[in-house]
């Protein structure tokens, strides 16, 4: 990396871990001493503040660099989208056939739980993992180092949850959910390295989520 992608690389994640640890730290200290839980209105701020830490530190990067958000989001390369709509229907395959399992959950909600994933339930993370740090990261190292690289950081990131009490990922086990993160790093890897497009990343992140919304997540032989 040169100089000027070192400084962002890391700046980037100043921001990003700086934000979120804080939040969910304090949230975490707070559940676990009882001051306070998670359902409470403070809990469910500190905790949208932490999940919007890459979706922030994003916005610092555009700013400090004189990049404009529309372009950073929109922009995509040519005759891109069939490569997004491939994605879309193996990940739903995928998830379909190794689960086997529905949740049970209301389809006639499946429009506004996926808005609500679009902006504070995972899409929003991929204005900083595939926007910022994987071109950065391209800049010296191979596909698979960067998405490794990427995915790694993605899956720490997320650890404090698992101190939360009450949060929803403590029903999966760290090392099973950073493993399906470093998974999920290479898809969306590819997605952005065939597209060049931000958003299509965020609407394959939302939609990945959704899908762990309305399927019974299995790790097996299949998923793997």
Not at 175 to 203: H, N, P
Request: overall charge positive; aromatic content about 20%; some cysteine.
């Amino acid at each position: 990396m040169t100089e000027i992608d070192k400084k962002n690389f890391k700046n980037y994640l100043y921001y990003t871990f700086g934000i979120t640890y804080i939040a969910w730290g304090i949230l975490a200290i707070f559940t676990q001493s009882h001051i306070l839980g998670l359902e409470t209105f403070i809990g469910r701020m500190l905790h949208i503040v932490g999940a919007l830490g890459p979706a922030i530190a994003s916005g610092f990067y555009l700013k400090c660099n004189n990049i404009k958000f529309k372009h950073f989001v929109f922009n995509k390369r040519k005759n891109s989208s069939i490569y997004f709509i491939i994605h879309l229907l193996a990940i739903l395959i995928l998830f379909s056939v190794s689960s086997l399992e529905l949740n049970g959950v209301s389809v006639y909600l499946m429009p506004l739980f996926f808005i609500q994933l679009i902006f504070f339930g995972g899409g929003h993370e991929e204005l900083g993992w595939r926007g910022i740090l994987q071109p950065l990261l391209d800049k010296k190292y191979t596909y698979w180092q960067s998405n490794l690289i990427v995915g790694s950081i993605w899956g720490i990131w997320h650890l404090p949850l698992w101190f939360i009490v009450g949060e929803s990922h403590q029903g999966f086990p760290f090392i099973l959910f950073f493993i399906y993160t470093l998974f999920l790093s290479f898809v969306l890897g590819l997605l952005y390295r065939q597209t060049k497009s931000v958003g299509y990343c965020i609407l394959f992140h939302a939609f990945a989520n959704l899908l762990n919304l309305y399927f019974v997540l299995k790790i097996n032989v299949i998923f793997i």
